[in-house]
């Protein structure tokens, strides 16, 4: 349903160039499906674990590194563009 609405949002915007769009779109699809399957699994399967404990620790790496690689490109771009 939610990608539906996106769909419908931006529809005037959308080109769809096979060899790019179709990589993407099946990378995050795939990443909404593998996530579906873990979180049906732990609580199948996990017992007393929480799922939020089984995401937490990768979002949050993935939420510092991130953040620290934005501050070190950005200030090099920044530099770039405006001195």
Same mark, same amino acid.
């Given at each position: ?12 915007? %959308? @080109? ?5 769009? #179709? ?6 699809? *795939? ?8 979180v ?11 799922? %939020? @404990?089984?995401?937490f620790?990768?979002? #949050?790496?993935g939420?510092?590194?991130?953040? *620290? ?15």
């Open positions: 349903m939610g990608f539906v609405g996106l769909i419908i949002i931006f529809s005037a915007g %959308l @080109s769809f160039d096979m060899n790019i769009n #179709l990589w993407g779109m099946s990378a995050i699809f *795939l990443s909404a499906a593998l996530q579906a399957i873990v049906v699994v732990m609580k199948k399967y996990g017992g007393e674990l929480h799922v %939020l @404990s089984m995401n620790i990768p979002v #949050l790496i939420g510092v590194s991130l953040t *620290l690689a934005g501050f070190v490109l950005e200030r090099f771009l920044f530099l770039a563009v405006f001195h």
